[in-house]
């Protein structure tokens, strides 16, 4: 997911081939109907047809990828920012004064929890 413009440019890519595919399946499926027609442009156009429904979902689905990645990636990024602030405001237990690391600081409803390994001890 770090190709993130990559993923969209292939997803427009796959969504052209299949509006293309589709463009041909249909005309083959008009042209089937016509008198000069063969029947089995009937068969090939529905082929193609399918076969740019596939890429149209193709496409989709790398839009709907490239959309989780970067969901994934703030969540990530708040996980790294918050313990990053709160050892800002005390590194150092209130009760004890052992030197408190960032997995000792949890977000309780939206609060900074201390809970000091050294003497057990949790406030905000
Ligand atoms: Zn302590």
Redesign the pocket.
């Known amino acids: 997911m770090a190709n993130k413009p990559l993923l969209y440019i292939g997803a427009g890519i796959l969504f052209l081939i299949g509006l293309c595919l589709l463009g041909y399946g249909a005309l083959s499926v008009i042209g089937s109907t016509s008198a000069q027609g063969s029947s089995s442009w009937l068969t090939y156009g529905l082929g193609f047809g399918c076969v740019g429904a596939l890429f149209l979902a193709g496409g989709a689905g790398l839009i709907y990828a490239s959309i989780r990645g970067t969901k994934t990636e703030v969540i990530q990024q708040i996980k790294v920012d918050l313990p990053a602030n709160t050892k800002v405001e005390s590194i150092t ?6 030197v408190l690391k960032p997995e000792n600081i949890k977000m309780v409803m939206g609060a900074p929890m201390v809970e ?6 949790t406030y905000n």
């Open positions: 237990c209130k009760n004890c004064g052992g000091c390994p050294y003497c057990g001890t």
